[in-house]
């Protein structure tokens, strides 16, 4: 069973930046993890992930050049940290931290088509103009 717990999240200006973290516990092997947003009356969507093994990270479209995901270098490689640049009011959702252990390194860049099997509880980013 794994445990995911995330943080940060909060407000901001357009143009500025936020950092979220999603820490996965009970699980000791790798792990597929990523971030999904979901905005108000829009469906779900990934934004970025990581394959915990390696620490191979993958971003998508819509944030490429913006958004930045990268691994606790500690001992503990199933924490993953957001960094979040030039924030859009667009960017304004509920962040999703989710964890698939089943999906290797080649699977997870695909990250956003799988159903991932455990799920944080959520953190509201909002953006203002």
């Known amino acids: 069973q794994v445990r995911l717990v995330e943080s940060g999240g909060g407000s901001a200006q357009a143009g500025g930046s936020l950092n979220l973290s999603c820490t996965a516990s009970?699980?000791?092997?790798?792990?597929?993890m990523g971030w999904f947003r979901q905005a108000p009356g829009k469906e779900r969507e990934a934004v970025a992930g990581?394959?915990?093994?390696?620490?191979?990270?993958?971003?998508y479209d819509s944030v490429k050049g913006r958004f930045t995901i990268s691994q606790d270098n500690t001992e503990n490689k199933n924490t993953m940290s957001l960094r979040m640049n030039s924030l859009k009011p667009e960017d304004t959702a509920i962040y999703y931290c989710?964890?698939?252990?089943?999906?290797?390194?080649?699977?997870?860049?695909?990250?956003?088509?799988?159903?991932?099997?455990?799920w944080g509880k959520g953190t509201a980013v909002f953006i203002s103009s």
């Open positions: 990581i394959y915990t093994l390696y620490g191979t990270t993958y971003i």
């Open positions: 009970g699980w000791t092997n790798s792990l597929c």
């Open positions: 989710a964890a698939e252990p089943r999906l290797d390194e080649r699977l997870c860049s695909q990250f956003g088509s799988y159903k991932m099997e455990y």
